[in-house]
């Protein structure tokens, strides 16, 4: 089982956009089973699927956590959306940023009944472990992070548990410091937990080729960053076809606009990705020419 989490610091860069579009490539093009998560309280990838009934919202991601930690009996199967036969969706709701403040005083009690000490980093451990005890090998081909965009409790978490990162960059200037302050999260994760985080590649999207900037700031990127992680060769353009799929048809852009260029291009990179997604899954950290 792949675990991947689509990941920046910066807002805006269109990783949900990136995310549901690849789950729904890898069950439609590759015949995988997908699992989705939304770690972001924005559940922008939960409005992408638009079908989402407010129940399930009510009875998400944070929910099961929750029961969890009251120790109630939880079965996965039951939070989970199913979307189609290939691709499920575990919802979260907009008080899934609340699992911060349940966490905390599940740990404080915790404490004072056992008389041990408890550090922050036991919130990330307790999520990551109760994933990994209800989501076994067999269940899904993939599971995909879409992670908020900052440093949090839920975006470590989604680091930690995935240890596979695809980074989603607009061609901005500020998206250098977006970069640099990634390896330093890569950094103390991997020090704090004693795990090995990868980059298994970077996206260029919203890309204006007429823009003779967005170019000068993507050879940057390739000089500045190149010898250390694997920047996609195709890049994503800044096209309307993304938005209005998923706006007006709930669906990924190659079936709401099949012959598009936008489709053209995300086809593309996503063939260049799934040769990255399998080297750094399989734990192969070189950089491949």
Not at 53 to 73: H, M, T
Not at 180 to 191: A, G, R, S, T
Request: glycine share 4%.
């Amino acid at each position: 089982m792949k675990k991947i989490v689509f990941f920046n610091t910066k807002g805006g860069t269109g990783k949900t956009t990136l995310c549901y579009n690849y789950g729904w490539y890898l069950a439609d093009k590759r015949n995988k089973k997908v699992l989705f998560i939304d770690f972001d309280p924005q559940i922008n990838l939960v409005k992408a699927f638009g079908n989402v009934p407010p129940s399930a919202l009510e009875k998400g991601f944070e929910r099961f956590i929750v029961n969890y930690l009251k120790r109630d009996p939880v079965n996965l199967a039951e939070y989970i959306v199913k979307i189609n036969d290939h691709i499920d969706l575990l919802p979260s709701s907009n008080s899934v940023s609340q699992l911060d403040e349940h966490l905390t005083n599940y740990l404080l009690n915790r404490a004072g009944r056992e008389g041990q000490v408890y550090q922050a980093l036991h919130r990330n451990i307790i999520i990551k472990r109760v994933l990994e005890e209800h989501l076994r090998d067999g269940d899904y081909d993939f599971v995909l992070i879409d992670s908020q965009p900052n440093y949090s409790l839920l975006s470590t978490t989604a680091i930690l548990y995935a240890q596979n990162i695809i980074v989603v960059v607009r061609p901005e200037l500020f998206s250098y410091l977006d970069i640099h302050y990634l390896f330093k999260i890569m950094e103390n994760l991997e020090e704090k937990f004693e795990i090995k985080v990868r980059i298994v590649c970077t996206i260029i999207n919203a890309f204006e080729r007429r823009r003779k900037m967005s170019q000068t700031i993507v050879d940057g990127f390739y000089k500045n960053f190149g010898d250390r992680i694997k920047i996609l060769n195709q890049k994503i353009r800044y096209l309307s076809a993304y938005q209005s799929s998923i706006t007006m048809e709930r669906r990924p852009v190659f079936l709401s606009f099949p012959a598009s260029e936008a489709t053209h291009d995300i086809l593309k990179a996503f063939q260049e990705m799934d040769v990255l997604v399998d080297r750094s899954t399989n734990g192969t950290d070189a950089i491949p020419e």
